[in-house]
């Protein structure tokens, strides 16, 4: 279940990044938080780039920068999302990247488009099978060794932090959430095709990051 504070957040753009920041200070900041999928990925030239479930841009920024940053003067970043109106704002919000609306279990992309799929705070939304069609539309969408990197929660390792993560899932997410933590990622993927997945833990296990290889 969630609270009257899920359909606010979701609509008043202000409320969602307010909460987003209060709880990236659990890592560092929204600025660390943002790099958390980031971490030891190389920004080749023309690198492709799909931020899936994209919302109202908050990720896509980042990428951006971090493609603006690494020289390569090359590479576009594409956003995916299934709301019009995350789109509308995301549009204004990050004018340099393109924006394309789908539903991430039927993406609207060519076989082997992108070098990197990037995922924030997203797959917790998803029923069990439709999870299952995603990863997989994932692993059709890279190009053969390209990465999908992605943030989400993950049951806490230690148990200071499971009164936070729950109070946070209590008020503002459903039982997909609830799901998501207790379910194996890395398996998963791996039974998916991904040659290889790494998962690092962070804010005592609330929170992990997952890189796979294609
Ligand atoms: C919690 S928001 C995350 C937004 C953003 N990535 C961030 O880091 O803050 C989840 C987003 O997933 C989108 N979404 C949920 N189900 C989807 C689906 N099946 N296909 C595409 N987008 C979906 C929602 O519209 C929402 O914008």
């Given at each position: 279940?969630?609270t009257?504070l ?9 409320i969602?990044?307010g ?8 890592v560092?900041?929204?600025?660390r938080?943002r ?12 690198l492709?780039?799909l ?8 990720a ?6 971090r ?7 090359s590479g ?5 999302d ?6 509308d704002?995301?549009r204004h919000n ?7 609306e789908g539903?991430?279990e ?11 799929v990037?995922?924030?705070v997203a797959?917790h ?11 997989q539309q994932v ?6 060794n390209?990465?999908?990197t992605?943030v989400d929660?993950?049951?806490?390792t230690?148990l200071i ?7 946070f899932?209590?008020?503002f997410?459903t ?8 379910t194996d990622l890395?398996?998963l993927?791996i ?5 290889e997945a790494k998962?690092?833990l ?7 990051v997952v890189?796979?290889r294609?």
């Amino acid at each position: 279940m969630a609270t009257f504070l899920r359909p606010l957040s979701y609509r008043y753009q202000w409320i969602y990044d307010g909460f987003s920041r209060l709880a990236a200070i659990a890592v560092g900041g929204e600025f660390r938080f943002r790099q958390l999928t980031l971490s030891g990925i190389q920004f080749q030239p023309n690198l492709q780039i799909l931020d899936l479930c994209c919302g109202s841009g908050q990720a896509t920024q980042f990428l951006v920068d971090r493609l603006a940053q690494s020289g390569t003067g090359s590479g576009k970043v594409i956003g995916l999302d299934a709301s019009v109106r995350s789109l509308d704002r995301a549009r204004h919000n990050v004018p340099a990247a393109k924006f394309v609306e789908g539903f991430a279990e039927e993406l609207p992309f060519a076989d082997s488009s992108f070098d990197l799929v990037h995922t924030s705070v997203a797959l917790h939304e998803m029923q069990p099978d439709q999870l299952r069609e995603i990863l997989q539309q994932v692993h059709r969408v890279l190009k053969p060794n390209g990465i999908f990197t992605f943030v989400d929660f993950h049951q806490p390792t230690n148990l200071i932090f499971i009164p936070g993560l729950s109070l946070f899932l209590f008020l503002f997410e459903t039982e997909t959430a609830w799901n998501l933590i207790q379910t194996d990622l890395v398996k998963l993927l791996i039974e998916i095709g991904f040659q290889e997945a790494k998962q690092t833990l962070y804010a005592g296990g609330s929170l992990q990051v997952v890189q796979a290889r294609r």
